[in-house]
Nanobody
Framework: QVQLVESGGGLVQPGGSLRLSCAAS????????MGWYRQAPGKQRELVAT???????NYADSVKGRFTISRDNAKNTVYLQMNSLKPEDTAVYYC???????????????WGQGTQVTVSS
């Protein structure tokens, strides 16, 4: 069974830092793009950052210069280092990965279960 398991969320004061991790497990042939999305109460899910298998990154304007996405292809893991956190960063953060489960198969997006990040004093 293929799954994405997130960890690293929690409560942090404004200006603080957190590091999220997301590991893909199961019978996976390859992983294409990986990324992080977030959803605050009453709002739609939005893109935070993505990273290709080659390491190219893309960030939402609201997190540029504060968040850094990275990945370890050997561990099938993507990370999100979040610095200078603000109350408006409070949300459930979801990991996303485009997985190919077998050779010649079509890539398909998978989602993690989400991890809560709360920024508050």
């Amino acid at each position: 069974q293929v799954q994405l398991v997130e960890s690293g969320g929690g409560l942090v004061q404004p200006g603080g830092s957190l590091r999220l991790s997301c590991a893909a497990s199961g019978s996976i042939f390859s992983i294409n793009d990986m990324g992080w999305y977030r959803q605050a109460p009453g709002k739609q899910r939005e893109l935070v950052a993505t990273i290709t298998s080659g390491g190219s990154t893309n960030y939402a304007d609201s997190v540029k210069g504060r968040f850094t996405i990275s990945r370890d292809n050997a561990k099938n893991t993507v990370y999100l280092q979040m610095n200078s956190l603000k109350p408006e960063d409070t949300a459930v953060y979801y990991c996303n990965a485009e997985l190919t489960l077998a050779i010649l198969a079509v890539p398909y997006p998978y989602w993690g279960q989400g991890t809560q990040v709360t920024v508050s004093s």
